[in-house]
């Protein structure tokens, strides 16, 4: 154990030491090469933009010229998530018409596909009376007026 220790430290020593004799021409190299990506001025304002360019061009791309409707106002936050709705909402509908298929057969049910079909609508129930009481402003009793 205490060699491997000891090569491990060594094999450490020499990485750092590479590292401090050509990782900054390493940066350099890899700035260069990759100028025509950094975006002048870099401000918020060129950051917004580009952000708005790259949902909307992923947005378009997955929706495959598709019209779409879309009632929710979208934040920075969900950019990453717009990728894979196309293929979430066919999956949705897949599952649902799995499910209903189930529900018909009753020599599928037992005892442990009621608990979990009753424990994942609890579930959903909590998460939406939690969302419920987060609308509120964290109050049981109602809305402030």
Known sequence: MASRLQQFQTKAAQI??????????????????????????SNIET??????????????SNLGGKEVVLLFEV??????????????????WK?????????????AWNIENASMAALIGVECYAWFYG???IGRGFTIKGYHV
């Open 131 to 133: 969302g419920e009481i």
């Open 75 to 92: 934040s920075s936050s969900n950019i990453m998530n717009v990728r894979g709705i196309p293929r979430r909402y066919e999956a949705f």
């Open 16 to 41: 750092s030491e590479f590292m401090t004799k050509n990782g900054t021409s390493y940066y350099k190299e890899l700035m260069e090469k990759n100028n025509t990506y950094i975006k002048e001025p």
């Open 47 to 60: 950051c917004q933009m580009l952000e708005k360019q790259l949902f909307y061009t992923r947005l378009a």
């Open 95 to 107: 599952e649902l018409n799995c499910l209903k298929e189930f529900l018909k057969t009753r020599e």
